[in-house]
Every structure is written in structure tokens, then in C-alpha cells.
């Protein structure tokens, strides 16, 4: 799991990640951009161009992405909720 993914969603543009698998998942499930497969020069540019003419969709993807990085991923938050799972742990 490339722990800069988290940081280029916080950054508050659109994602483009070429991958499959978690981070992929991770950027779909977020809203934050558009995952590519390895190998797939055509969905690139075709994801590339997409974003480049589309100004609301790279601020709502960029915008998505900042939310989900500070609301899931921002590591107080893992932290606060660490803490939580070992006090209500038996």
C-alpha cells in the first residue's frame, strides 16, 4: 500500500493511479480520481484527457479525496480510534 496515496488525496486534485487492487479500491471507493490498470496506456489518456477538460469533475474528485484522507486516513483519526478499540477491549 504506497502510503503517498494518502497524501495525494489530502492534497485536495484528483487521483490518477495506475494499479490495481487496494489503492485502486481505496480511490474508487473515496470518489478521489480515477484508477487506471497497469499496462493500460489508452485508459490513461483517456483519464488524463477526462480530467483536463472537465473542471467540476476535477474539483469534486479533488475535493472527495481531501475529505476521505482527513475523515479515514488523517492518523489522528487512526489513532483516536485505536484508542478507542483497546479501551472497550474486554
Do not use: Q, W
Not at 18 to 33: H, Q, Y
Not at 45 to 58: I, K
Not at 60 to 66: C, I, N, T
Request: charged share 30%.
Amino acid at each position: 500500500m504506497p502510503s503517498k496515496l494518502y497524501e495525494a488525496m489530502a492534497s485536495g486534485v484528483p487521483v490518477v493511479v495506475v494499479a490495481d487492487g487496494e489503492p485502486a479500491e481505496i480511490v474508487a471507493s473515496a470518489g478521489a480520481g480515477i484508477a487506471v490498470s497497469p499496462g493500460d496506456v489508452d485508459g490513461l489518456v483517456t483519464a488524463l484527457r477526462r480530467l483536463a477538460v472537465d473542471e467540476d469533475e476535477r474539483r469534486a474528485l479533488g475535493a472527495a479525496g481531501r475529505r476521505a484522507a482527513c475523515e479515514r486516513h488523517d492518523r489522528r483519526v487512526i489513532c483516536d480510534r485505536f484508542i478507542d478499540a483497546l479501551e472497550d477491549a474486554p
